[in-house]
């Protein structure tokens, strides 16, 4: 069955583009034009996916972000045209999964759709990583510390997973976002930083003193299999 997503954009030139595209690469698009119209249809259907603008006519994309990831763990790609890059620092902080400055190609805004429908989807294996106090659950998706569960994104997840499966090993900002894509794409790898950020929040005791995933600077990240904790 095709896959359901949802575009909150009130640009309608960029809205039948991607309608197009994504048509003709098998999705089944429903625009919507407002985030009040994106947030009814929400309630009312089912998606697999949200393209979410963050420069709306009645609610701003950053405030309907943290909105719904409050509500859902549906994946969600953002949309940008704005030129700092703290606005994309922001959403991906509130929960958004991935996202794509404007103007973008469609090829792009494809695959990287196509990586946070696969994150999410991910066939569940009965597999569990265990790291001192750490354990990271393949099956069920969850991230767990003395137990208790720590709240992390799919995408959060997938990039944790990414660097403990390479437990030892120096891993560049390209080189994850290439291992989470599944293929080399234009980025604004600085958002590899934000995503470690609020994993450490979620996993370390002292996320300004990490013990779990280290800084290499100038190289990347390397998490560290032998802790104590």
Known sequence: ??????????????ATMVSDYLGGAGFRLTL???????????????????????MLPDIDGLELCRRLRAVSDLPILMLTARGEPMDRVVGLEIGA????????EPRELQARLRAILRRKSAPARAEMLRFGRL???????????????RAVTSYQFALLLALAERAGRVLSREALMDLLTGEKLE?????????????????EDDPRKPRRILTVRGAGYVFARDQDR
């Not at 996202?99 to 973008?104: C, G």
């Open 32 to 54: 919507a034009k407002t985030g009040r119209e994106g947030e009814a249809l929400l309630k009312r259907e089912a998606f697999d996916a949200v393209i979410l603008d963050l």
């Open 1 to 14: 069955m095709a896959e359901r997503v949802l575009m909150i954009d009130d640009d309608d030139r960029l």
């Open 135 to 149: 354990e990271i659950d393949k099956g069920a998706r969850v991230v767990r510390v003395d137990g208790e569960e």
């Open 97 to 104: 999964d991935d996202y794509l400055a404007k103007p973008f």
């Open 187 to 203: 980025a604004f790898d600085r958002s590899v930083d934000v995503h470690v950020s609020r994993i450490r929040a979620a996993i």
